[in-house]
């Protein structure tokens, strides 16, 4: 498998502007979680999925953010409009149904940078 | 509610020496603990797991961590560090596969020539 695929890796896009960032999981995984990683805060949790279906948005930061898993193979995570302190990276992360293997797997991140 | 705490946050340490990462988490349910790496610009790896048996647990790279109950941590240790160990380490919770990692703010290992 390829491993848990985001897109793009890189986005540099004007204040106001929509983005979208997009995330394949892990095949066969029923859990995605979407993080965001700053200097400042760290690696937080933004929302995750169960079988398609959102559990917790709770660290969803406002309005603005907006997430979506239409199947088990595609999410999107949408920031409308875009502001500068929005920069950061977004990681994407897959894991399988519970059973031994429980730990969550990475993408590799898109980097947002709104100027 | 769990939580992680890295006490360090920066660990400067020369090659070859020994190298301990600390980490103490609070859950009031039982939790599985985790340790990722994170080289630059990339995602992250985990590195090793505990989720029941033997507290003693081994990872790749030649990392290993020890769960203590009593004193919930779960520090990460490596005997000789290289080089190639730079990078960031990051301490992890959850309660198992389709619940969500609480994350620690993680532990920049730099390792000196």
């Known amino acids: 498998d390829a491993g848990v695929i985001q897109s793009p890796r890189h986005e540099v896009t004007e204040m106001g502007q929509e983005v979208t960032l997009r995330c394949k999981p892990i095949s066969g995984h029923n859990s995605l979680f979407w993080y965001r990683q700053t200097m400042m805060r760290g690696l937080e949790l933004l929302i995750y999925?169960?079988?398609?279906?959102?559990?917790?948005d709770s660290g969803m930061p406002e309005d603005r953010f907006s997430a979506k898993m239409p199947n088990a193979s595609f999410s999107t995570l949408k920031i409308q409009p875009s502001e500068p302190r929005d920069s950061a990276v977004y990681f994407c992360?897959?894991?399988?149904?519970?059973?031994?293997?429980?730990?969550?797997?990475f993408g590799q991140g898109t980097r947002l940078t709104v100027v | 509610a769990q939580s992680v705490t890295q006490l360090d946050s920066q660990v400067p340490v020369f090659e070859e020496a020994p190298v301990e990462l600390r980490c103490n988490y609070s859950?009031?349910?039982?939790?599985?603990l985790f340790w990722y790496v994170q080289y630059p610009n990339q995602g992250l790896q985990l590195l090793l797991k505990y989720l029941s048996g033997s507290t003693l647990v081994k990872g790749i790279n030649g990392f290993e961590a020890e769960f203590n109950k009593s004193q919930t941590s779960f520090h990460l240790r490596k005997p000789s560090v290289h080089i190639s160990d730079t990078a960031e380490y990051f301490c992890?919770?959850?309660?198992?596969?389709?619940?969500?990692?609480?994350f620690g703010k993680g532990t920049l290992l730099t390792v000196n020539p």
């Open positions: 859950s009031s349910v039982s939790v599985y």
């Open positions: 992360a897959s894991s399988q149904p519970a059973g031994a293997n429980t730990e969550a797997f």
């Open positions: 992890a919770v959850s309660r198992g596969s389709n619940y969500k990692l609480t």
């Open positions: 999925f169960n079988n398609n279906v959102p559990i917790d």
